[in-house]
């Protein structure tokens, strides 16, 4: 081996090192540098790696102290098959490596990036996000009042309690056909599906759901023992807390009667909301115990015995009533029923025969009074037998009265009324003293004159022995007409 010498910052020659010493220091730099290019600076990392892990260095040996090298022989080369020698192996880096490196430095700051991705995102979620993000699964509900436009107060069918669901700007509401609808739609009695916030507080979506079980029906009667709403071949069971309903207000369930046509909602097969589509009136019927063997046929129904007719459900509008029996008149009249009225049906007459009276006027929208009672003039009217006072009025006719005979099945009338006239008050002057005045040829008096004439074209006509007559052809067509004669 040959010596090395090295010169220090003096430019002197300094502690000589072996040869051998340096080629180990050169392959630790070497792959100290592959490292260097993987993880960063080259010299911060030296400078840790060999303040951390490098072996003291070597001893200076003192100048005055010569360093022996012993000489060897060169040692001969061996032959190989096929000329190659066989690949050396691999070093082994018998050193661990440093735990504070780049790639631990690298993969502490990525975990640490995280960690406080994931606490910022806890942070924004607890004190920054909106309540109606976070919401519980929807439930069904029953509307018992619309307080205002942002608050409701709701059954929950699920939890079988009272509550109160306040509306956001960010509720969204849904129709039957999932299309979003305006909140101010939701009425008392509707069966909704609202999903609430966790906090149980808003409402973050109402929905009329198809899981809401719908129909509209008749027939059914209400049996409050039961809570059943009974049919003759259905029948459905409700709750204590379902409610009823008629033209927005609350009815009791004893208030159905059979005719009514219902909107029934339900969960299950429970019904929540009853909802009267059509309401009924009654029919009571009065004084028939004097009726002998007496029959009561209502619109094309089946008859049924008088005597089990008392009050009777009828849907709102008009029907017809048939009544008879062996000492009366078979009678029908059409009786109107309102919803929630009772209409009082009084046979007291029945035994009387009746006819029809039938008016036929030239003209229409007028008033018919029938012994001093106005009555309906747009169809005929059923009366006992007997003489009637018959008086017709209308604006712009003169009035039409006549005393008419029922003595029959049916009597017709026919009024001609008369338009009235328009009259005027004509006044006639004249400069000489009774002068004759004639009016379409007729002598009427001596001037001055004052007479009433309809409105029309007349002749006037002044005369007086001695002098010219005077002779005017006059329209008259106001109130009050002044005519000046003068006679030469």
Known sequence: MKDYHFENDDKEFDTTIRLDHINEKVKELEQNQTDEDDLGDKDDFLNAF????????????????????????PKKQP???????????????????????????????IAALVVLGICFGLVK??????????????????????????????????????????????TVVYNEDEVQIQPDIIQMGDVLMIQMDQDGEF????????????????????????????GEDRSFAYDKKTIFIYDGEEIRPEDIESCDV????????????????????YITVENAQNIKNGTFTLDEEEPVPLSDVEKIALKEGTHSITIKGDNIES????????????????????????????????????????????VDSTKPSVLPFGEYD??????????????????????????????????????????EEDAKVFINGEERGTAPLQVTLPYGTYEVEVFKDGFTSYHQTVQIESTVVHISATLG
């Not at 969960?267 to 009924?280: A, L, N, R, T």
């Not at 008419?404 to 400069?431: F, G, I, K, Y």
Request: aromatic fraction near 6%; proline fraction near 5%.
């Open 50 to 73: 060999e303040s951390e892990k490098f072996e003291d260095p070597l001893p200076v040996q003192p100048a005055e102290e010569p360093v022996t090298f012993v000489t060897r022989e």
């Open 203 to 230: 409402a973050v979506t109402i929905s009329y759901d198809e899981s809401i079980k719908k129909e509209e029906i008749t027939g059914l009667k209400a049996d409050t023992s039961a809570k059943e709403l009974q």
């Open 390 to 431: 018959v008086v017709i009025l209308k604006n712009g006719y003169k009035e039409w009265s006549q005393r008419v005979t029922l003595n029959q099945d049916a009597v017709s009338v026919t009024a001609q009324l008369e338009a009235e006239e328009q009259l005027a008050t004509v006044v006639v002057n004249c400069n």
């Open 331 to 374: 009678r029908t009249d059409s009786v109107l029923v309102q919803a929630g009225e009772t209409t009082v049906y009084d046979l007291s007459k029945a035994q009387q025969k009746m006819g029809v009276l039938a008016i036929n006027a030239n003209v229409s929208d007028y008033k018919l009074y029938i012994n001093g009672a106005l």
């Open 125 to 170: 979620m607890l004190f920054f996000s909106n309540p109606l993000d976070k919401a519980a699964e929807a439930a069904p509900m029953l509307v018992t009042e619309v307080l205002n436009g942002e608050e409701l107060l709701v059954y929950d069918i699920n939890e079988t309690k009272q509550r109160t669901v306040n509306l956001t700007p960010e």
């Open 262 to 281: 219902l909107e029934i909602s339900g969960i299950g097969d429970v019904v929540w909301s009853v909802k009267v589509v059509e309401y009924h009136g």
């Open 79 to 109: 032959v190989y098959d096929g000329g190659q020698p066989p690949m050396p192996p691999k070093e082994t880096d018998e050193e661990d490596e440093p735990f504070w490196n780049k790639k631990t430095i690298g993969l502490i700051t």
